[in-house]
């Protein structure tokens, strides 16, 4: 079994930057892949960026491509959503998510964190 609590969410300015941390509990953590995807107020849960067990593979939604870059490290059982150049349609609860495979899809994922909360301002 593995629980998630992410952190490092916040009120920021459109631009600037923020990394979200989200760390597991048990020994199974570098088994899983690991999603991020998120959820404005209204709006369906969407799928923001996946990365592989070992952390060479990764994949991202066309939004944050080239803005947000996800990483893991087994070690310490942390996965990391590095988010560059905000803008407010960022705005949104972020969830962490544990799974088996490189999905994009929520319900795939059996692991879920509580969420964290990422308001970017114009």
């Known amino acids: 079994q593995v629980q998630l609590v992410e952190s490092g969410g916040g009120l920021v300015q459109a631009g600037d930057s923020l990394r979200l941390s989200c760390a597991a509990s048990?020994?199974?953590?570098?088994?899983?892949?690991m999603a991020w995807f998120r959820q404005a107020p209204g709006k369906e849960r969407e799928f923001v960026a996946v990365?592989?067990?070992?952390?060479?593979?990764?994949y991202y939604a066309d939004s944050v491509k080239g803005r947000f870059t996800i990483s893991r490290d087994n070690a310490k059982n942390t996965v990391y959503l590095q988010m560059n150049s905000l803008k407010p349609e960022d705005t949104a609860v972020y969830y962490c998510?544990?799974?088996?495979?490189?999905?994009?899809?929520?319900?795939?994922?059996?692991?879920w964190g509580q969420g964290t909360q990422v308001t970017a301002s114009s």
């Open positions: 998510a544990a799974g088996v495979g490189l999905s994009t899809l929520a319900r795939e994922y059996a692991k």
């Open positions: 048990g020994r199974t953590f570098s088994s899983y892949a």
């Open positions: 990365v592989s067990w070992s952390g060479g593979s990764t």
